[in-house]
């Protein structure tokens, strides 16, 4: 380069339609060669306003709305809404129900985890791996559909229960996905851990050290992949995580590959924790019995004055809370779902504030891919494993 | 830990705390605004408390309250030790013509979109962010949804047969 001439970068638009973005993320980029300078996210493409619409609907209607948030793993977002209106209540629900909520959401981890490993190798060049996953998904997305008749957006919490009572031939159903799935983690394994290029594509891209990770607010996976022990089951436990027996994974290295083990090893905790549960599932009501907040047993609406004035008035009233607010964190696949609540007395929500992971998780982007090659930004947004529908809401 | 958090307060900002509140086994501390800033850098290098996770910042709009008079908006900074495995609010209360707040991103990182998502839909401004840019919403649209008084009105769309007609406002 002669004397005078100005070095230049250039900007580069990735997304908002591109395939390795996982949805409608825009990331601006600053390039000097190959390397990214600057990186500057851009979000709000698929806002759709749910926490105003929470504002707007009686309390048990806002539960569908919490489906749309992270499409990959309803269950979590129905049972995260669900445990913060009960805390705002001030309601237990029956240990079946604990369990019962234990079991799917566990699942639920594993099948946002199998969407996560196809699409991140996908994105690094193992095409393979997405059909695998996907095929090891559908069990799980027809216990959904036996359990509350929808593949994906469930709704199948309740405020004090669930929505209906188990399928016969659930336990039956629940054995083939804990049966299939870890012959399909052997495959997974075999494909990936060791491969040369997945390892070369990972190993040392995106370090981020565990004082970041604290300070950027990374939860789930990510913090862990860090090597730190934060998580929401063991820290506070919800919905009697404390009678459950599991290991949380940690990694060393603070990189991408440690971040993929992470969850791997995941997967096969929440599996244990999903046997234990069938194994040590109670027999029992799976609605509290709380009038005036949980729908009366449908044969006594049909057949008794009184249950079907309360089926009635809690249908088109709904219930109103006392004063006051409250936050409940659950463990969701993705970090620490947090769903903050205020009520002012009204059948409706004061406020309904979703603690999105994926949001916070991506405003650390620019820190982990500056700095690195363009190709690292691919295996970076896939390793801190964003759904664009809960960053936006 | 409410115990020695009302230890911390009072022994090292008694002027700065307004009250406090306790609901479902949840605490929280108001405070005034001059002081969120050391009190925020306090309980983050406290080498006991440890306050290291700034997990979420939220507002609300007590617009209509019986509240009101302490300050239409609250801005809620729910904070974490790890240590601990505790949990408790910072609230602080603002009033409706002068939403402005110091912003907590020189401390945590997270504290940047956080406080740019509750600029963007709720209005209120951090001095001191260092890019106080619209987050979620579309940059023409002008308002901030989350306040109780923007209108919930329905908009016919525009097609080339009534382009030139002013907008029909449903409500």
Not at chain 1, 146 to 160: D, E, H, L
Not at chain 1, 275 to 299: F, S
Not at chain 2, 55 to 71: A, H, N, P, Q
Request: hydrophobic share 35%; net charge negative; charged share 25%.
């Amino acid at each position: 380069m002669s004397t005078g001439t100005k070095r230049r970068t250039m900007n580069l638009n990735m997304g908002p339609q591109h395939p390795a973005t996982h949805g409608v993320l825009r990331v601006e980029l600053e390039l000097d060669g190959e390397i990214v300078v600057k990186a500057t996210p851009h979000i709000g493409y698929l806002h759709t306003g749910i926490e105003k619409t929470a504002e707007s609907k009686l309390y048990y209607k806002v539960i569908p709305t919490t489906d749309r948030m992270d499409y990959l793993s309803p269950m979590s977002n129905n049972l995260g809404y669900c445990l913060a209106v009960e805390k705002l209540l001030g309601i237990e629900v029956p240990e079946k129900v604990q369990y019962v909520r234990v079991l799917l959401t566990e699942l639920t981890r594993v099948m946002s985890h199998l969407v996560w490993i196809g699409t991140h190798a996908m994105d690094i060049g193992a095409l393979t791996m997405v059909l695998y996953a996907f095929r090891e998904r559908e069990t799980i997305v027809d216990l959904y559909e036996a359990v509350s008749g929808q593949r994906m957006m469930s709704t199948y919490f309740r405020i004090g229960g669930l929505a209906y009572e188990l399928p016969k031939d659930f336990d039956q159903k629940v054995n083939v996905i804990l049966k299939r799935i870890p012959e399909g983690m052997k495959d997974y394994e075999r494909l990936l851990n060791d491969n040369k290029i997945f390892r070369k594509r990972t190993i040392g891209v995106g370090v981020i050290s565990p004082e970041d990770a604290i300070n950027c607010g990374f939860t789930g996976p990510c913090l862990r992949g860090s090597g730190v022990n934060y998580d929401v089951r063991k820290a506070n436990p919800y919905s009697g995580y404390e009678k459950f027996d599991f290991d949380v994974p940690l990694g060393k290295n603070c990189d991408t590959y440690d971040r993929f083990l992470v969850r791997v090893e995941e997967m096969r905790q929440s599996l244990r924790i999903a046997k234990q549960a069938l194994d040590g599932l109670p027999e029992g009501p799976y609605r509290a019995h709380v009038p005036g907040v949980v729908l009366p047993p449908k044969e006594d609406v049909l057949s008794k004055m009184e249950s079907l004035i309360f089926h009635f008035k809690l249908i088109t009233e709904g219930f109103k809370p006392p004063k006051g607010a409250v936050y409940q964190a659950i463990e969701a696949p993705k970090g620490e779902l947090g769903f903050f609540i205020s009520s002012d007395g009204s059948n409706k929500p004061h406020r309904m504030r979703v603690r999105p992971p994926s949001f916070v998780n991506l405003s650390a982007l620019p820190k982990l891919v500056e700095g690195r090659l363009i190709a690292d930004v691919v295996a970076c947004i896939g390793s801190i494993d964003i759904v664009l529908g809960e960053v936006d809401r | 830990m409410e115990e020695k958090l009302r230890e911390f307060f009072e022994s090292n900002f008694k002027d700065a705390l307004v009250r406090e509140d306790n609901f479902r086994g949840q605490q929280s501390f108001y405070i005034k605004r001059e002081h969120l800033v050391d009190v925020c850098q306090a309980l983050q290098t406290d080498t006991d408390l440890e306050f290291k996770f700034l997990s979420d910042i939220t507002s609300l709009d007590w617009l209509g309250d019986l509240y009101e008079k302490e300050g239409r908006f609250e801005v809620i900074y729910n904070l974490f030790s790890l240590k601990h495995k505790y949990r408790f609010f910072v609230k602080v209360r603002l009033p409706e013509d002068d939403p402005v707040i110091d912003s907590l991103t020189s401390l945590w990182m997270t504290a940047n979109w956080l406080e740019r998502e509750v600029n963007d839909l709720m209005g209120i401004e951090f001095t001191g962010h260092p890019d106080p840019r619209k987050i979620l919403t579309p940059d023409d649209l002008e308002g901030h949804p989350l306040r109780k008084d923007f209108p919930l009105t329905y908009e016919v769309p525009q097609f080339s047969f009534n382009k030139d007609e002013p907008p029909e406002v449903i409500l």
